[in-house]
């Protein structure tokens, strides 16, 4: 329950940033003003994209489920930052630098803008990770 409410904590700040932050100019679509709500599956299809882009203002996300023993593949954040919540699981996170960090449920990753990375899952069961990126100001 208290990762919950973290999670939609951090989502709700995101959001908040997002939409009320410096005033700039946007062009808005149809789907970028309207409040969703949608359901993410909880079985194991290996990708599925929250909030695309261009749906939103600023970021996008994506629901990951990883079987024990896979990989996302090495990509970069480029010009954007990356916030991962590790919904179930453990694994690892890998820097450019090939610098390995233990991950595991309850836990949230920063990834800085430029920089690339991997997640490995190292555990017993499906790593299940929600991500948000955004473009670094």
Wanted: charged share 20%; proline share 3%.
């Amino acid at each position: 329950m208290r990762f919950t409410l973290l999670l939609l904590l951090i989502f709700t700040t995101v959001i908040s940033q997002t939409t009320f932050g410096e005033s700039k100019k946007f062009s808005f679509s149809e789907d970028t003003i309207k409040f969703r709500i949608i359901d993410i599956p909880l079985n194991d299809t290996s990708y599925f994209r929250i909030i695309e882009r261009g749906k939103s203002h600023n970021f996008h996300s994506g629901r990951v489920y990883l079987n024990v023993g896979c990989n996302v593949g090495e990509h970069s954040t480029e010009n954007y930052e990356e916030l991962v919540i590790i919904l179930k699981g453990s694994g690892e996170v890998e820097n450019q630098f090939k610098e390995r960090y233990q991950i595991k449920e309850g836990q949230v990753i920063y990834i800085p803008p430029n920089s690339s990375h991997n997640v490995y899952n190292t555990g017993s069961e499906p790593l299940i990770y929600i991500y948000i990126v955004t473009k670094a100001y």
